[in-house]
């Protein structure tokens, strides 16, 4: 652990010194990473001086203990190696978790995509259920959303709903409720009472800047087209919704939820960056099969992440064989319980991976 804190410290004292040179300061793309690599090893560092001061303080006390002959402070001294050696295995696995490699999309912002499966009207109900789930645990976060786009129901709900969030480490909190989502519930629309299965997909992608994914324009096709709401009717006379296309891979990304045309590009565009970016990172996941293995989430859009069952009041997610029986809770926003506990799944298979 000595050894790796000093490596750490010997990086954390380049990277202070880069932070400030000018050539660095003028280099935006640069200066973001530069600052996020110093805002982590600061954190390690700060934990590492905690470690390295009860390592001191417990060596302190033992040389009293051999050296000093007065009952009350070897009393003291005995106390103070047992608080110490009680705090040093909590540091220390707080540093060991500091020191696995960082997904450096953690810190983005997100695009997150809800879109209706199997189950006809009830599948867009649930998805219209799951939007609000997300939208009430972001408010209780602090984080921001907005609406880029979205498709209604017939018989209420979303078939299709597109939103961001920004705020500290989204994409690094959310990234694990990608996947399929099933309810098992009695639908409204059902008679006889029967139990129905439903399924949304839940999509979270990265946020990504203008320097992470160049787009040229000239393969772009852009349609302008009147907003719609509810039904399909028309919501004004303007063109202000626009499609984008991107024509090397047949991806479309649109907005229709901002008055101004130039707001929708803008939203678009930052929807089709995003899918671009994701459709290059799950390539990556593929051929790291390594890495795949040891994710909770695959990125397979296909795999049955999570089930809400209403009749027993259960939510499982499946990756993790986890069980809690809250559903009305987790259906009010409140998934922190399932996001901490993949959370603590993941960082033990990284570490055990490192250990390896």
Same mark, same amino acid.
């Not at 939007?131 to 979205?150: E, F, H």
């Not at 839940?202 to 349609?223: T, Y």
């Not at 063109?239 to 990304?253: D, F, K, M, N, Q």
């Given at each position: 652990? $000595? ?150 129901? $017939? ?33 409204? &629309?059902? &008679?006889?009472?029967?139990?129905? $299965? ?38 004004? &006379? ?23 045309? /130039? ?43 999570? &089930? ?9 997610? /499946? ?38």
């Amino acid at each position: 652990m $000595t050894e790796k804190l000093k490596i750490v410290k010997q990086r954390f004292e380049e990277i202070s010194d880069l932070i400030i040179q000018p050539n660095i300061i003028s280099d935006q793309k640069r200066y973001i990473e530069i600052n996020k690599e110093y805002k982590e090893l600061k954190t390690i560092m700060e934990n590492g001086d905690k470690y390295n001061s009860l390592i001191a303080n417990i060596e302190e006390a033992e040389k009293i203990l051999k050296n000093e002959s007065d009952s009350e402070i070897l009393e003291i001294a005995k106390l103070q190696i047992e608080e110490a050696k009680a705090e040093l295995p909590i540091i220390e696995e707080k540093i060991k978790l500091l020191l696995i490699p960082k997904d450096p999309d953690d810190k983005k912002d997100v695009v997150i995509e809800i879109r209706a499966g199997t189950g006809g009207d009830e599948a867009s109900i649930f998805a219209g259920d799951l939007y609000r789930m997300y939208i009430k645990y972001c408010q209780d976060k602090g984080w921001k959303t907005s609406l880029v786009d979205s498709s209604e129901g $017939t018989a209420g709900g979303f078939k299709e709903i597109i939103f961001e969030v920004s705020g500290e480490e989204v994409y690094g909190t959310l990234k694990y409720e990608s996947g399929v989502h099933r309810v098992q519930r009695v639908p409204q &629309t059902e &008679t006889q009472g029967r139990v129905h $299965t439903s399924a949304a997909t839940v999509m979270i992608l990265p946020q990504v800047e203008e320097f992470d994914v160049q787009i040229d324009m000239n393969e772009v096709r852009v349609d302008y087209f009147c907003s719609s709401g509810p039904g399909g009717q028309s919501v004004n &006379t303007t063109y202000s919704a626009v499609r984008l296309t991107h024509e090397p891979t047949g991806i479309v990304a649109q907005c229709q939820d901002q008055k101004s045309q /130039h707001k929708n590009k803008d939203k678009a565009l930052k929807v089709l960056r995003s899918r671009l970016y994701e459709l290059e990172l799950s390539k990556k996941l593929e051929k790291d099969s390594e890495k795949r293995n040891t994710l909770v989430s695959s990125g397979d859009r296909s795999a049955k992440i999570r &089930t809400y069952n209403y009749p027993q009041g259960r939510v499982t997610d /499946h990756r993790i064989g986890l069980t809690l029986y809250d559903l009305q809770n987790i259906i009010d926003g409140d998934i922190s319980k399932l996001i901490d506990e993949l959370q603590i799944f993941q960082n033990t298979e990284e570490l055990k991976a490192q250990q390896n």
